[in-house]
Every structure is written in C-alpha cells, then in structure tokens.
C-alpha cells in the first residue's frame, strides 16, 4: 500500500497512515462477529435501534461496495493496533478521525473495530476472573457514546473512538455508578452520564472497585482513587448549593495544584458534558438548570473553567 494514496483515500493526514502502520505492523487482527449474530451483541452493547440499523446496514461483509480497500485496510489494521496493547491503560486513538459523514462505513469504522475486539477483551476479563455481567456492562458503554454522539451530531465522536480503546483493553471496568480505570497506581474515576450522582451510589461504587481490584487485578497496586474532571473545578461552588451532588462530589478529593492542560480547553469541555455540543453561540443554549446557568454566566462574564484533578486514598 502506498501511505500517500491512502491517506488521500481516507481524508486523513499521511502521518496518521504511517502511525497505523508503524504501531500496527503486521500484529494480528481481530474478525467482527458474524452478521446474524450482531442484531443480539449490539443489543447486549446497549447501542440504540437506530445506531444499530446504521451499523448493520454498513457491515464490512467481504462483497460491500460501501467498504474500499482503504476503509479495509485501515479497520483491519486498527484492531490489530488496539488489540497489540490489550491490557495497556493508557489514552490510545485506534487511527485518525474519518470524515464520517461520507457514509455508514465511515461513520462507524472504529465501531466495528470495537465490535471486533469483543471476543478479545472478554478472554481477557474472563483470565482475570471478571464476572460477564461486570463484562457487558461495561462494554455497553459503547450504545450510551454512539447515543449522545448521535445527539452531539457527531461532535463527540473523535473523542468517543480514543476513549472507547480503554473498555477495549480491559483498562476501564463500570462498577455501579462509576467506571474506574487500572492507572498508575491509582484508580482513575470516570462519571458515565446515567442520572445523578448521588453520594450514596458514588460510595457503592468505591465499595465495589475497593473489593474488585485486589480481586481481579491481584499484581498491581493501587493506593488512590484519582479524577481529572471538569466536575472538580472548585469555582462550581460559587455557583451550585453546598449539596448538590457535584460539590458532594469534590469535597472527597484533594486537589492537585491548577496546571492548564496540554491540549485540552477545559470550556469546551463544560460545554461538552452540560449541553452536549461544541458549536453552538452561548446565546443559543438552554437555561433551563442551575448549570446551565452557571456555565453560561461564567463564560459571558469573560471567566474559565479549569479542568482539575484530585486524589483521595482508598
Ligand atoms: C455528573 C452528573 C451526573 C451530575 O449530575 P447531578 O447529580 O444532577 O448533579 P448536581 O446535583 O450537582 O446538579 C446540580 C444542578 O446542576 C444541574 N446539572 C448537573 N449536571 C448537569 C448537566 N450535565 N447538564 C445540565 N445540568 C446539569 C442539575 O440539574 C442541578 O440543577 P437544578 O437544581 O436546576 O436541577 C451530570 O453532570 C452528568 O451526567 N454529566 C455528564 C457526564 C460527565 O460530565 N462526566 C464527567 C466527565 S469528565
């Protein structure tokens, strides 16, 4: 294959083809399941009716005219990317953001690359003892991404196709209200958006992943719960009441000093979580929470948020 051509193909920059090549090699792939069976495994991926009739209408099936030799190449070689680091925990792009509205095989090519990777990364949750249960619900984190992709009208995508590698992995495992990630010696926190985040359920859930991971994870160590969030940013509490759950929240963590992020604008990250787009002019969006309201108010007011992380023994 000839990487300029590819790229030209795939609508991507040169430098994302070689990365593919260079970190994928010839490392062995991963089939998808096979068609009959993906109307029940989407299902079992929580992946919505409508995400699901898009991605069946597009299966890579060897005869699709929709998938050219470029599309091929690159799903083929990205699960063998993905599939080169399972157990690896760290933020991993499976290949470049696709100009996905070109079409079905476009928009969900690291979908499939996922569903490929099912049966991998449940051999490894299964040689860790992980029970199936904790397993698809776990997984299902994919139908919830396509979902509010879907509401995002793709905006959260190239975020979503990186973030997904992790559950891929086996690095990310949902236990209750949280899904916690295998870090370096810490226990990194993720808040999936599944209603709110009570005190209660956010225990539970530390609970869960206290037992979980000397259980299933007996060689590695981990002495913290950690997060990096928006959600900490201490300047929510000039705004949202002292028992809203998000201060609730915060009030578990020590804070690392404030460090601007490399390569992250922690306002658009607000925007991403609370009104779920990236585009929109302040003066078009809802006020309809004390969020909302606080989010807005701030940015009008010419202020930022901070993207903060903390830390709190286990
Ligand atoms: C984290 C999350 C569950 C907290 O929700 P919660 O439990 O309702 O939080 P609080 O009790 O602190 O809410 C305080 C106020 O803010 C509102 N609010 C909270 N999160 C909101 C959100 N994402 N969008 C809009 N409004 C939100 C609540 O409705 C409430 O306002 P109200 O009193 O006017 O109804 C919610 O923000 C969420 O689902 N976020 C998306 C996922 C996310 O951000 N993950 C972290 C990524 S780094």
């Not at 994928?24 to 992946?47: E, N």
């Not at 199936?132 to 776990?138: C, F, N, Q, R, Y």
């Not at 306002?267 to 078009?284: C, G, Q």
Request: charged share 25%; hydrophobic share 40%; glycine share 8%.
């Amino acid at each position: 294959m000839d990487p300029d051509e590819t790229a030209a193909r795939l609508g991507v920059a040169v430098e994302d083809v070689d990365r593919v090549r260079r970190l994928a090699g010839d490392l062995p792939s991963a089939p998808l399941p096979a068609k009959a069976d993906a109307p029940a495994i989407l299902d079992r991926l929580g992946v919505r009716p409508d995400d699901a009739a898009e991605i069946t209408a597009g299966w890579p099936d060897p005869d699709s005219p929709l998938w050219t030799p470029e599309l091929r190449w690159l799903l083929d070689r990205s699960v063998a990317l993905v599939r080169a680091d399972l157990g690896g925990h760290g933020w991993l792009p499976p290949g470049p953001a696709l100009p996905r509205d070109r079409g079905p095989a476009w928009r969900h090519l690291y979908a499939y690359a996922y569903l490929a990777l099912v049966d991998v990364v449940r051999a490894y949750h299964r040689d860790h003892g992980v029970a199936d249960a904790v397993s698809w619900t776990t997984l299902a984190d994919l139908g919830r991404n396509l979902a509010i992709d879907r509401r995002m009208h793709g905006e959260g995508w190239p975020v979503m196709q990186s973030w997904l590698t992790l559950h891929a992995r086996g690095a990310v495992y949902e236990l209750g209200r949280l899904q916690h990630h295998r870090g370096d010696g810490a226990i990194d926190l993720h808040i999936p958006e599944s209603g709110p985040l009570t005190p209660e359920a956010v225990t539970a859930s530390l609970d869960e992943a206290r037992a979980f991971f000397p259980r299933h994870f007996p060689e590695e160590r981990f002495t913290a719960f950690a997060c990096g969030s928006w959600l900490l940013d201490p300047q929510l509490r000039e705004y949202l009441p002292e028992d809203s759950n998000i201060i609730r929240f915060q009030r578990r963590f020590e804070l690392e000093p404030y460090e601007e992020p490399e390569g992250l604008d922690a306002d658009v990250e607000v925007l991403r979580f609370t009104f779920r787009t990236l585009t929109t002019p302040l003066d078009r969006l809802p006020r309809r929470t004390a969020l909302h309201r606080a989010v807005l108010d701030h940015l009008t007011a010419g202020r930022h948020w901070q993207w903060r992380r903390g830390r709190f023994p286990i």
